[in-house]
């Protein structure tokens, strides 16, 4: 079969005939040819998939807006088929969570984002993504996203792999987050429990939040664990009670208190030798300081330190999202 190779020559070319004034009647065939040559470009372009890419910019367009609480809301965006970031099909055991980086288009800021499922990412998954994006007002990036409504466009790039699980390495995984900081554990139990395999790890999580109404995605999270109470526990916990409520009208499965030593030492227990888990912690960076001690220069783990150190909990052990 001939092949088509476009070669790169250092030999030099031999001296170019005199251009020819075209004739006449040539005109109309060149013509013809252009736009015919205008119309395939026209048609091409128009029928490229505007793909996800982790290494390209790609502005998506802005579904819906629901808000959650007054300063976070659920932003479901259109998304086209995304190409799966490289590497991530070798393994099929491993188990991703995903980000996507969203920019402002006018200056060089980005910022992460968790989807709430990674299976949107997938050429056979939904083709819309949810960001649950809080509004920091002193923030770069968050107010920008928050003054969009639906129908404007977000500008992304990824997926990104924040993290991945393979069976091979753990038992257990156990999550404790803040805030928005639930995102890829939700990311997690959502894609684990829809996925066939029974390959799977035992999850909890430990969810801290600033009062019982600023705990996002409860009832989806609820869900979860009724679907399958033998693989997914859950523990929610508030700084404090909303206004005008009492413990006796607040959610009974919430409890009162922050997530310091005493109350995670309650709900983790001891480390056990043999059992092999590791702890996710993600939230606000004071929360992922007192849990798991301060990150290392240029965004790096840096050593265990807070809660989990005092649990004996190592550096393989814990993950600061
Ligand atoms: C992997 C990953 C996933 C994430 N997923 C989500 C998600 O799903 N949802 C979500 O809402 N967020 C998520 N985040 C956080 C998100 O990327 C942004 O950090 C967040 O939206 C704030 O961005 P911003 O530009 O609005 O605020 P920034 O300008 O980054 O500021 C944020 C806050 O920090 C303060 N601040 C800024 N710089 C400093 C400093 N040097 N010292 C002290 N304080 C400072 C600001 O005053 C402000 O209150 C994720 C982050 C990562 C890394």
Same mark, same amino acid.
């Not at 709430?116 to 939904?126: D, I, Q, R, V």
């Given at each position: 079969m001939p092949v088509s190779v476009r070669r790169y020559s250092t030999a030099p070319s031999p001296p170019s005939p005199p251009p020819e004034r075209p004739s006449n009647r040539l005109l109309p065939l060149t013509a013809g040819f252009v736009l015919l040559a205008g119309g395939a470009y026209l048609y091409l372009a128009r029928e490229e998939p505007p793909l996800l890419g982790y290494d390209r910019w790609t502005p998506v367009k802005i579904k819906s807006i629901t808000p959650l609480t007054p300063e976070t809301s659920l932003f479901r965006l259109e998304v086209p088929k995304a190409l799966l970031p490289p590497g991530l099909g070798s393994d099929p055991s491993a188990r991703p969570i995903l980000s996507l980086f969203v920019k402002e288009p006018n200056l060089q800021i980005q910022r992460a984002y968790t989807p709430?499922? #990674? =299976? #949107?990412?997938? *050429? #056979?998954? *939904?083709a819309e993504l949810d960001l649950v994006i809080k509004r920091y007002a002193d923030g770069e990036l968050s107010p920008y996203i928050h003054r969009l409504g639906p129908g404007d466009e977000l500008t992304v790039r990824g997926p990104a792999i924040t993290w991945y699980y393979r069976p091979q390495d753990w038992d257990e995984v156990t999550f404790v987050v803040g805030g928005t900081g639930v995102a890829p554990a939700y990311q997690f139990v959502k894609d684990m429990l829809s996925? =066939? #395999? $029974?390959d799977t790890p035992k999850v909890s999580i430990v969810y801290a939040s600033p009062s019982p109404s600023r705990i996002l995605l409860k009832d989806s999270l609820d869900a979860f664990r009724e679907q399958d109470p033998s693989r997914l526990s859950l523990h929610y916990l508030a700084d404090r009670l909303d206004p005008n409520t009492s413990s006796k009208t607040a *959610?009974?499965?919430?409890? $009162?208190?922050? *997530?310091d030593g005493m109350t995670l030492k309650k709900l983790l227990g001891k480390k056990e030798d043999g059992k092999r888990r590791v702890v996710i912690v993600c939230g606000p960076e004071g929360m992922v300081e007192a849990v798991a001690g301060p990150r290392g220069r240029n965004f790096s783990q840096g050593r265990v330190g807070g809660v989990l150190k005092e649990l004996g909990f190592t550096e393989r052990e814990v993950v600061k999202l």
């Open positions: 709430l499922t #990674s =299976s #949107s990412f997938n *050429p #056979s998954g *939904p996925a =066939s #395999s $029974i *959610p009974q499965d919430v409890t $009162i208190a922050f *997530p």
